[in-house]
């Protein structure tokens, strides 16, 4: 059962509408990244209308070359740790399974 919307005034233009809370729709305010949405004090209450125009606002927005520059280096940064963790965990199965093939060897020289 979903929640219906608050019928006020939209924060963007004025009229009495059913409204919603916009919210960013993007994750970089976990990384330290701001931006304009993250910077706002209030998230406004819009209707569809401005919501949907607010959105394709944001999509749009180039961001500063300062910002990008940053999420692209936070980018490569996790991709690299990806792939390292990659390699360490195909290396500790290389090991376990040359152990397990040892330890084989050894019973069946006992045996």
């Known amino acids: 059962m979903g929640?219906?919307?608050i019928e006020a005034r939209c924060d963007h233009c004025q009229q009495l509408r059913p409204l919603f809370l916009y919210?960013?729709?993007?994750?970089?305010h976990l990384t330290g990244i701001t931006c304009e949405w993250c910077r706002r004090e209030k998230q406004p209450l819009l209707c569809v209308r401005c919501f949907?125009?607010?959105?394709l606002r944001e999509e749009a927005d180039p961001g500063s070359p300062e910002?990008?520059?940053?999420?692209?280096?936070?980018?490569?940064?996790?991709?690299?740790?990806?792939?390292?963790?990659a390699r360490q965990e195909e290396a500790a199965a290389r090991d376990r399974?040359?152990?397990?093939g040892i330890a084989e060897a050894t019973r069946n020289a006992d045996a």
């Open 23 to 28: 919210e960013p729709d993007h994750d970089f």
């Open 97 to 100: 399974a040359a152990c397990e």
């Open 3 to 5: 929640t219906t919307p």
């Open 67 to 85: 910002g990008n520059a940053l999420a692209a280096a936070l980018i490569e940064a996790t991709e690299r740790n990806a792939r390292i963790i």
């Open 52 to 55: 949907s125009a607010e959105t």
